[in-house]
Nanobody
């Protein structure tokens, strides 16, 4: 059974930075594409960034150039480095892991990111 535990959220001023971490517990981490999604109040959940085991990445247009996703396969951890944060980045950020066969899909509990002065 896979569990995902996020950490690193919090309150930051506009222009600030945060790094989110997602610890993956379970086996076959390399068989999963991992990503970060976010949901702001009153809005649908959206993909922020994802990274495949081979290292290829996808980003939402709104975060390109500001956010960087990475993964450490030895530590089974996925990171989201966020810089130049804006108030519109405020949301609950959730980690996702989906097996490359598409048969298993897991979510973390989410971590709140608030960008405000």
């Amino acid at each position: 059974q896979v569990q995902l535990v996020e950490s690193g959220g919090g309150l930051v001023q506009p222009g600030g930075s945060l790094r989110l971490s997602c610890a993956f517990s379970g086996s076959l981490f390399s068989m999963y594409t991992t990503g970060w999604y976010r949901q702001a109040p009153g809005k649908q959940r959206e993909l922020v960034a994802r990274i495949r085991n081979g290292g290829s990445t996808d980003y939402a247009d709104s975060v390109k150039g500001r956010f960087t996703i990475s993964r450490d396969n030895a530590k089974k951890t996925v990171y989201l480095q966020m810089i130049s944060l804006k108030p519109e980045d405020t949301a609950v950020y959730s980690c996702n892991a989906i097996q490359i066969t598409g048969t298993r899909n897991y979510w973390g509990q989410g971590t709140q990111v608030t960008v405000s002065s």
